[in-house]
């Protein structure tokens, strides 16, 4: 059965600092991996996709990265604002072309504090 | 192009009524899939449809539960005989039939259940 798991649950900085949000995945046949955020009553937003051929993917002040081999993905964020507040969420893929769907993690709640 | 839509946005229902939630994916796509998102967990897949087509339903529950996706109109995720636990945030996702790892997420529905 695959599993995602985001650690930590919530977390709380200062503006301006950098900052990792991790995922564990238990199965290493992942096809890709997504990055979303979530904001309180609105739906998701992706903010990165990994295949699973790749190591990283960068936006803006963004970047994730994938190591299959030990089951991790990071999402760094450089120079954290008080817009960055949301629930950040972890998504496997498994299957290519759509099947299963995605199977998320619970989330990071992210706050920055201004 | 406007996004997923999603409606209603908010849904109350009591014990033992029916829910009809309904998906219009973006413009061009395909393939849509339904998610739920139950408090304090994650989302879990439920079903993936493609025009008239079921083609994944692993993650739908055996009772009470159907989802469609006619050749034309919405998509919809229908819940008979609500009960308590079928409280949660329901979204919708689509992606284009040449790009089907790319999912695209509508706002949800909440689906309250007195």
């Known amino acids: 059965k695959q599993e995602v798991t985001q650690i930590p649950a919530a977390l709380s900085v200062p503006e301006g600092e950098n900052l990792v949000l991790n995922c564990s995945f238990t199965?290493?046949?992942?096809?890709?991996l997504q990055w979303f955020r979530q904001d309180p009553g609105k739906g998701l937003t992706s903010l990165l996709l990994?295949?699973?051929?790749?190591r990283e993917q960068t936006s803006g002040r963004l970047n994730a990265s994938l190591d299959k081999s030990s089951g991790r993905s990071t999402l760094y964020i450089a120079a954290s604002q008080p817009g960055d507040s949301a629930t950040y969420l972890c998504?496997?893929?498994?299957?290519?072309?759509?099947?299963?769907?995605?199977?998320f993690g619970k989330g990071t709640h992210l706050i920055i504090q201004p | 192009n406007a996004g997923v839509m999603q409606n209603p946005r908010h849904l109350v229902r009591r014990r033992g009524q029916e829910a009809r939630l309904r998906c219009s994916p973006m413009?061009?796509?395909?393939?849509v899939y339904w998610y739920r998102q139950l408090p304090e967990e994650g989302l879990k897949f439920m079903v993936y449809?493609?025009?008239?087509?079921?083609?994944?339903e692993s993650g739908m529950p055996k009772e009470r539960f159907s989802a469609e996706f006619p050749k034309e109109g919405p998509s919809i995720l229908r819940i008979q005989q609500v009960v308590r636990g079928d409280s949660a945030a329901y979204f919708c996702?689509?992606?284009?039939?040449?790009?089907?790892?790319?999912?695209?997420f509508g706002p949800g529905t909440r689906l309250t259940v007195l």
């Open positions: 996702a689509s992606s284009p039939p040449l790009d089907p790892d790319t999912q695209y």
């Open positions: 199965d290493s046949a992942i096809y890709n």
């Open positions: 990994i295949q699973s051929s790749q």
């Open positions: 998504a496997g893929m498994y299957s290519g072309g759509g099947a299963d769907g995605l199977t």
């Open positions: 413009k061009g796509h395909s393939h």
């Open positions: 449809l493609q025009k008239e087509n079921i083609i994944d």
